[in-house]
Every structure is written in structure tokens, then in C-alpha cells.
């Protein structure tokens, strides 16, 4: 049996326990660092009839959620989609409605056009998005699986973008949002999506270049025009290295300090097999097929009538200006197209009207056009996401 000084002894160790227990859980919790709870880590102390009561250990600090940085973003991720939609409605009606040569370009495409020749080359629009689709979901499946649906999202949402910033940089960023995972790497495939365009349109117009030098002065010099011919031949060359050897390239640029800063970017253009480079360069050529049937098209509507052979030159021509012009925004874009393509079907003797309707209405059809329609999933892209492997990872924990 217990006796009352054992008893008094008992409430004097508690009462000494109490705050022990208290301080010890603090000074663990501060060891710790800031930020931490320490009630979760420790648990609270507890002692059934010993007197020690529950203490919970707060944390010095509080930092912000994930789901309050998201709700904190919000409002400027509206207002930004916002921002974008408006300026691209205003590049819409400066280019296409307030300038007058593009409007009575499109306005006699429907009035006074041949139809049969306008309607296939509208026609003939989904058809080249949905390669440029197909282009940019076989590189995209080197990063992430992603369905073909999406890319083609991502597409029209990249030349929205694209249509309002200078030399369609926004269509890096579009295909980039337009991923799950938003890795670094995804820049470097749309750069290589593009670069395949370009060389495919690089070979075109150097052939059509090559045409008219080989007319016009290959009776006179034709020692320069074999000479040109070779350079050609040899430039091809140059140009396909980046794609089958970048691994070597990329080695030897990165050196460089300055751009030492872009090796993340760039990390997975080796890794791509030669099979997916040559699918890619090939739907870039029949990419390229669709966009100078539709400029035939458009020129037989409008009664711009050229031997074949000629016209394909001028054809190639005309894009290969238009691709070594850089542009500010839409606006000067439709500046560069209109002079190479007078001046170029000009020297083939065909009147200035109809070839500027033609070419300001292909700009109408493949580019007005397309940006009009991403701007309805621009308005719906989810530019926040949640870290899902996180999220995943908690779950199982």
C-alpha cells in the first residue's frame, strides 16, 4: 500500500514532468527547422494517470500550398488568355478586314473567283494541319504518350499563338502548354519539326532559283549556272547534317559559352532515329505539296494562268523568300508574301492582281483562318497543372 508522502512525491515529479516534456518537444521541433511540424513528426506526448497532458508542436513558419499559389495565378492566367484573344481578333481585322488588298482578296475569292479551283484549296486546308498534326505527334511521342487528338490541339493552339508574337515563337510555347509533362526537351522537337519544314522548303526554292537563273542567263553563263548548281548540291547536303548528325553538331556549338545555356533544350535531338527523321521530312515534303497545290489552285480561280514547270518555280520561289524574311507579326508576314510573289511571277510575265489575290488568299486560308479557330482552345487551356506524380505518389504513401 501506498503511503501519502509516496503519494505527495508522485505530484511533485509530475508537475516537473509536465513542462519537460514540453521544452524537450520544442527543442526536437526547432532542430528540425523551420517549417516543419513537429506534431506530426512527434505525435503528442501522452501518460494515462501520470498527469502529462497532450502537447502539440506548431511550426514556425507557414508556406504556401500548391493549391494557393495555383488560385493566387489564376486571375492572370485569365486575364493573359484574354489579352491574347483580343490582340489576335485585332490582327485578324487589321490584316484580313481593314487592309484593303487582303479584303478584296478574300471577297473576290467568294464572289468573283472560280469556284470548283477555290473550294478544293479550302478543301485542302485540314488536310495540312493534320500532316503538321501528324509531324508534331511523332516527335511528341519521344517525350510523353500523347494522343493524336491533342497534338492537333496543340497545333492550332501554337499558331494562334504564333499568328501575335514575332517569328511565331508562340508556337513553341502553345505545343509546350498543350503537354502534360512540360519538360525542357519539348522546345528542342519543335524546333526539329520546323527545321524539317524549312529544309524541305529550302531544296524547293533553291530548284526554283535554280530555273530561272538557268533561263534567263544560263545561255549567256552557263559556267556560273553549273557552278550554282553544284552549290546547291552541296548546301542539301549541309542542310540534312543537323538532322542525321546533330550529335556531333550539337557537341561542337555547344562549346560555345553562350549557348552552353540551351544544352537542356536540345538534350534529346540526337536520341530520335534516323526512321522518324525521314517520316517527319517526308510528311514535310507532302505538307509542302499541299500548300503549292493550293497556290496553283488559287491562281487558276483568280485566272493567273503559267506553264507548269514556271509556275512551280515561281511557286517555290515565293516560299523560299518568304521563309528567309523574318516577321514581326502577321502583319509584315503578309508584306513579305505579296512582294516575292509580283516580283517573282512578274518576270514570268502574269499580271500583278490576280497574283497578289492568290497569294494574300492562301495566307487567308492557312493562316487566318486556323488562328481564328485555336482561339476557342486557347480560352480553354489548362495553363496550371497539378504535379501529378506527386499527387500520385501521396496517394500510395
Not at 507557414?62 to 483580343?86: D, E, I
Not at 552549290?231 to 553562350?258: C, F, M, N
Not at 493562316?367 to 501521396?394: D, Q, T
Amino acid at each position: 500500500m501506498i503511503g501519502p508522502k509516496r503519494l505527495e512525491i508522485d505530484d511533485v515529479v509530475a508537475q516537473h514532468l509536465h513542462p519537460l516534456a514540453g521544452d524537450l518537444n520544442h527543442g526536437v521541433a526547432h532542430n528540425l527547422g523551420a517549417g516543419v511540424d513537429a506534431h506530426n513528426d512527434l505525435g503528442q506526448v501522452e501518460q494515462s494517470g501520470g498527469g502529462v497532458s497532450s502537447h502539440s508542436v506548431q511550426s514556425y513558419t507557414h508556406k504556401p500550398s500548391a493549391g494557393s499559389r495555383r488560385r493566387n495565378l489564376k486571375p492572370w492566367v485569365v486575364l493573359g488568355k484574354l489579352a491574347v484573344t483580343a490582340l489576335t481578333l485585332w490582327l485578324l481585322w487589321q490584316s484580313v478586314v481593314a487592309d484593303a488588298a487582303t479584303s478584296a482578296a478574300w471577297r473576290g475569292l467568294i464572289t468573283d473567283a472560280k469556284r470548283g479551283p477555290a473550294v478544293m484549296a479550302l478543301l485542302l486546308v485540314p488536310l495540312n494541319w493534320a500532316l503538321e498534326a501528324w509531324k508534331w505527334w511523332r516527335l511528341a511521342q519521344h517525350l510523353e504518350p500523347v494522343s493524336y487528338a491533342r497534338s492537333f490541339r496543340a497545333v492550332l493552339v501554337g499558331l494562334t499563338l504564333g499568328f501575335v508574337t514575332p517569328n511565331r515563337v508562340g508556337d513553341y510555347a502553345g505545343r509546350l502548354l498543350e503537354l502534360k509533362n512540360r519538360r525542357p526537351e519539348a522546345l528542342g522537337a519543335v524546333f526539329l519539326g520546323r527545321y524539317c519544314q524549312l529544309v524541305i522548303t529550302l531544296l524547293a526554292g533553291a530548284a526554283g532559283g535554280l530555273y530561272f537563273l538557268a533561263r534567263y542567263i544560263g545561255h549567256t553563263y552557263p559556267l556560273v549556272v553549273g557552278g550554282l548548281v553544284l552549290t546547291a548540291l552541296l548546301g542539301s547536303g549541309l542542310l540534312l547534317l543537323p538532322l542525321y548528325r546533330s550529335r556531333y553538331l550539337l557537341e561542337a556549338v555547344l562549346q560555345w559559352r553562350p549557348l552552353g545555356r540551351f544544352r537542356r533544350y536540345v538534350a534529346n535531338l540526337p536520341h530520335y532515329p534516323a526512321k522518324v527523321l525521314n517520316e517527319v521530312l517526308l510528311v514535310s515534303g507532302l505538307r509542302y505539296a499541299v500548300f503549292t497545290a493550293q497556290f496553283g489552285l488559287l491562281l487558276w480561280a483568280y485566272g493567273a494562268q503559267a506553264p507548269l514547270g514556271a509556275a512551280l518555280a515561281a511557286i517555290a520561289g515565293t516560299f523560299l523568300l518568304k521563309s528567309l524574311v523574318p516577321s514581326l507579326n502577321a502583319l509584315t508576314d503578309v508584306g513579305a508574301r505579296e512582294l516575292s510573289a509580283t516580283h517573282l511571277f512578274g518576270l514570268l510575265g502574269l499580271p500583278v492582281l490576280p497574283v497578289l489575290s492568290a497569294s494574300l488568299s492562301l495566307w487567308v486560308l492557312n493562316i487566318a483562318l486556323p488562328s481564328a479557330a485555336g482561339l476557342l482552345f486557347v480560352l480553354r487551356l489548362k495553363v496550371l497543372r497539378r504535379n501529378r506524380k506527386r499527387r500520385k505518389h501521396l496517394r500510395v504513401v
